[in-house]
């Protein structure tokens, strides 16, 4: 009899439905809350302004200066080669190799969380922006002159961002099918993923210029630099300073598509939470539906799920447009297309809620696996061991089912309210009148209790 | 606005949600009940061929309740029946008396034994209480008894008790038709048990979900799938995991999260044992193959 230590796809343990009593706690609460912010709010905006107040110079000039950039640059670049190495190289199995839980856990799930806190974390990282910037400089050398770009078409925005959003959770979760199964990425494809969006990612650099690319197309910038308008630090004028909370993201949505990449996420996250739970059954009716057309079941699969993951995506949208229409009945209501941009950032506490909700475990858990064995063995070969540390593993039994719960109902519960406080103040910045801007509020907090119920439906029938 | 009609709305939607919560919290029931229907034992003598009932037990929190309503028997006798931990089909039917304290006391409270008489049509029904939960996993079967050995047997340990049945007699003959199975007997033989005579079983109701020892659930993987489809277990966090996997193909079967992995042979079968220490959801595959043949569930 042997009894070996193995672990096999990224999620080996999956979280425990949120029983219904604890559902209809989150949603009382939810509902409760909701109501007295509506009742009792404040009547002047207050996150408008960020109220930025610069850090110690000294702080400033090392942590922006030339050469932190160009080390925290060559860090992000040599990370991405050494995860487009093993995957290419390493083995097949997705949770011994260092591509999966790097790119998808680590960086994916990390740099929102943490960036949410703290600020845009990913900037100074990113290793196409860093590339971009030296063929920039080094352009400039040669030639003299500064390259030049094509106008970035400006009704484009975020959009392309927010397509390549759905696209990265596609081939995380979709694109790993086989034979009618969902499998889960392997890690070679996962590199060549990665290799083709840097070869896609440094062709649009050059073509409209690095830093207009990284605000509006470059898929990572634009997703953690979202999550990064929530947090207490930010760049401005070439310092670092602290800001109030939540205050940057009221300018973030300036941009067309905005919305389109906020809805993304929560449509993505949403799809990944219910695919196993609330839509099971559909999801299974349309492939056999579809598999009985005569289509072979890898692609049967895949199709299936593109479409579940556009639905989401429509009906997600649906609904916020809906409030907006909403909004937009209120008496001295601002013009449609200006509603709809000026409460996408709204959603954001709600989208790194979904985030949280439903990946908190998963990444408590893989980190465990990515400084342990994946830091010491990358490749998976079971004969490197760089840190010592290749013999370590996942410790399933630190976080309890109960504590998982207590975390995502409480982080969809604060992120609507957080939702809401950025919502009421929005409109107090729109409507002349506060009764007119809290009149207006019954609709986006129609939106928002639909999408913490949604939330907190899918964590109640879910499998993970 | 005023201030009361303000405050309005968000006094009827507390209400609205404290009714909620109400009816969420209903929902959350402990209350967890087994239950089984008696059939003859091959052994049992054949005035009991039709014998027929059912069984029950409920438990909920700090206490076990267990009834069993018994028809098909010879009538104004006297009978007993227990709690077993295993199951009807292994050789000593029911395997030994559930106790809740191992090795300890042979009657209740430490048991959970019944005792009536069947009336003039043959019918009886005995209710059994305990101020104790049976552990999910070992109500494995009930048992009943002829009163009368029963009796016997414990009289030397437990005068009261034998003196509810001092008057019966002998309503059976013994059964000697089955001492082809005495190496079954012998597995048996260490837990004070051996007084009765195989025979002396009637009936037995193995209880759905008890799980006891020889209801340990059991995946058949044909042609790399498992027959019936993925199975389901259901734990709490603590319990003892059981289950055997047995495949007509060489395999390794791997178990997530718990990370255990065990070998089986071409038509052979492997017995996991493990005690529920990770809350969540956990799948077991072929690992060969990448096919998922349990979805296990352990509970807080």
Known sequence: MSWLPFAHALVARQDLPVPAWLFAWGASIVLIVSFFALAA????????????????????????????????GAIGVFLLGVAI??????????????????????CWL???????????????????????????????????????????????GRWPAAIGLIAVVWLEVVYGASGGVAVGLDPHACAV????????????????????????????????????????????????????????????????????????????????GAQEGAFKDAIETVFEWLSETGMDLTTALRLTDTIFITLCFAGVG??????????????????????RTGFAHTLIPIALAYLVAHYFSLFVFQ????????????????????????????????LSANAIWYVQVGALVVGHVLGLTLAHDRALAYWPDYRDASRSQYWMLAVMVAFTCFGLYLLSVSNG | MNQAKKFLLPLAVLAVAIGLVACGGSDNNDEETVAGTFEALPGAPSDYAKVSGDAELSRSDGGTTAEIEVSGLVPNTAYVAHLHTGGCDQPDAGGPHFQFEKGGSEEPPNEIHFEFEADAKGEGSAKATSDQEVPVGEA????????????????ASHAEFASLFVHEGEHHEEGDDHGDDGAGHDAGDDHGEDEHSHSDKIACAELEGGGGTAAVPTIIVRNGEPVGGIKQLEYSAGEQIR?????????????????????????????????????????AELEGQGVQILELTVNP
């Not at chain 1, 947090?231 to 205050?247: A, K, N, Q, T, Y």
């Open chain 1, 41 to 72: 709010a404040w009547r002047t905006p207050r996150f408008e302004r960020e109220r930025w107040r610069p850090l110690g110079a000294g702080l400033s000039r090392v942590l922006l200066s030339l050469p932190t950039q160009v080390v925290c």
């Open chain 1, 85 to 106: 190495y093993s995957g290419l190289r390493g083995t097949e199995a997705p949770d011994r190799n260092f591509a999966l839980t790097f790119l998808f856990v680590t």
């Open chain 1, 110 to 156: 990390g740099f929102p969380f943490f960036s949410a806190i703290f600020g845009d974390l990913f900037r100074p990282f990113n290793p196409w922006r860093a590339v971009g910037r030296v063929a920039g400089s080094g352009f400039r050398l040669i030639a003299g002159q500064r390259s030049a770009h094509l106008t970035y078409p400006e009704k484009l």
């Open chain 1, 193 to 272: 993923a990665a290799l083709v969006y840097t070869g896609y990612t440094l062709a649009m650099m050059a073509l409209f210029g690095t830093e207009e690319w990284c605000e509006r197309g470059e898929v990572f910038s634009v997703y953690f630099g979202m999550f990064s308008q929530l947090g207490f630090l930010g760049v401005e004028d070439g310092r670092l300073g602290r800001r109030m909370p939540l205050s940057a993201a009221t300018r973030w949505a300036t941009l067309p598509g905005s919305a389109a990449v906020v809805i993304a996420s929560i449509a993505t996250t949403s799809f990944d």
């Open chain 1, 318 to 339: 649906l609904v916020y447009l809906l409030g907006v229409r909403g909004m937009r009945t209120v008496r001295g209501a601002p013009s449609f297309a200006k509603l």
């Open chain 1, 367 to 398: 980190e465990q696996a990515q400084f342990t064995y994946l830091l010491s063995d990358p490749l998976g070969t079971a004969t490197t061991d760089l840190f010592g540390t290749a013999s370590g593993g996942i410790d399933f039994t630190i």
């Open chain 2, 140 to 155: 494995g079967s009930i048992v009943l008894h002829l009163a009368d050995d029963h009796g016997t047997a414990m009289a």
């Open chain 2, 243 to 283: 289950f055997k996997v047995s495949s007509d193909e060489k395999e390794e079967i791997h178990v997530h999260g718990y990370d255990l992995m065990q070998d089986v042979p071409a038509d052979g079968t492997v017995e996991f044992d493990f005690p529920a220490d990770i809350e969540g959801i956990f799948e």
